[in-house]
């Protein structure tokens, strides 16, 4: 039942964004036909739409998300005081999942986790409406520091908030992880996906996922040891 739960959570974040995106969508084509201009529709608005790109490019960001994922997770780990606390308290995706009882319930929610809970409803209202509409006004490069700049003030946001007591080398690690990847992110849809945001979800949806699995190993061994 509480992987039914995790789903029906997952989706609900995905639909609560559409209805969101949808509204500004609505509002945007509403002021461009008072403007007698033309509008788009709502998949290639806010990029929800193939990329175009071979399935060999999206392999490649599938195995960059569990590189960056992996990597940094086990590095940070180790080296940034507060970062183990942070990812092994009950707020944790990993905690949770474990709690299930079984490695493949655990592996298809981390799943869920990566690609619905996070990784979708992130990246449609960040890179798919904030993103794409601050490109359009400021241009690419202006647009695409200020949407990664606000994505990295969110996450610096939810650690406050999980953590009030968050020392500043966890919020500095927070800013040197998200800022590149939200960089990266903006600039790979526009240069390379044509606008599409899929890129962008299969890369966060990896590294949301190969974090999960990696703090779980961390923390299997931990009890191990």
Not at 108 to 137: D, I
Not at 146 to 175: D, K, S
Request: hydrophobic fraction near 55%.
């Amino acid at each position: 039942m509480e992987l039914v739960s995790i789903f029906l959570s997952g989706v609900a974040q995905c639909l609560l964004a559409l209805v969101i995106a949808a509204l500004f969508w609505a509002g945007h084509r509403g002021v461009a036909r008072l403007r007698r201009r033309p509008g788009e529709g709502f998949g290639k608005w806010c990029g929800l739409r193939l990329p175009g790109r071979g399935l060999g490019e999206l392999i490649l960001l599938v195995l960059a998300g569990a590189v960056v994922g992996a990597g940094v997770t086990a590095a940070f780990w180790f080296l940034v005081p507060g970062y183990a606390d942070l990812f092994s308290g009950e707020h944790s995706p990993a905690v949770r999942f474990l709690g299930l009882g079984s490695p493949a319930l655990f592996f298809l929610a981390a799943l869920v986790h990566g690609v619905l809970g996070t990784g979708f409803w992130e990246e449609l209202l960040f890179r798919g409406v904030l993103a794409r509409r601050l490109m359009s006004w400021l241009g690419v490069v202006p647009g695409n520091i200020l949407q990664a700049l606000l994505f990295t003030a969110m996450h610096n946001g939810l650690v406050a908030l999980t953590m009030p007591a968050a020392g500043l080398g966890l919020h500095a690690c927070t800013v040197a992880v998200v800022l590149p990847l939200a960089l990266f992110s903006g600039w790979y849809n526009e240069r390379r996906g044509g606008g599409s945001i899929v890129g962008s979800w299969i890369l966060h949806g990896s590294l949301n996922f190969f974090t999960v699995l990696t703090v779980a190993a961390l923390l299997g061994s931990s009890a191990a040891g």
